[in-house]
Nanobody, 126 residues
Framework: QVQLVESGGGLVQAGGSLRLSCAAS????????MGWFRQAPGKEREFVAT????????YYADSVKGRFTSSRDNDKKTLYLQMNSLKSEDTAVYYC???????????????????WGQGTQVTVSS
């Protein structure tokens, strides 16, 4: 089992920045590909970023490319999402997720993730 806890969400003005963290506990974090997803009210959950178990490569949704950066610290068992130049359309609940298979590769598909955090709200005011 893997437990994931997100933090760092909040209210920010358009153009501002936030850094989300996802703390993992349980089975080996270092061997798991991780992902960030988000869900806005009335919309389906969508892919944001995914990072390989080995910290490379990392893939991003076109809507956040160049503004968001995902990284991981395997010693601290923590996944990060640095969000810059935030826009009102980035407003959503952000979730981190972990794939269950050891040495799994990065994936954009939510159904390929076995463990999910409870989510953290990000609200960007225009």
């Amino acid at each position: 089992q893997v437990q994931l806890v997100e933090s760092g969400g909040g209210l920010v003005q358009a153009g501002g920045s936030l850094r989300l963290s996802c703390a993992a506990s349980g089975r080996t974090f270092a061997n798991s590909a991780m992902g960030w997803f988000r869900q806005a009210p009335g919309k389906e959950r969508e892919f944001v970023a995914t990072i390989n178990w080995s910290d490379s490569p990392t893939y991003y949704a076109d809507s956040v490319k160049g503004r968001f950066t995902s990284s991981r610290d395997n010693d601290k068992k923590t996944l990060y999402l640095q969000m810059n130049s935030l826009k009102s359309e980035d407003t959503a609940v952000y979730y981190c997720a972990a794939r269950g298979s050891p040495f799994s590769t990065a994936s954009r598909r939510p159904h390929e993730y076995d463990y999910w955090g409870q989510g953290t709200q990000v609200t960007v005011s225009s």
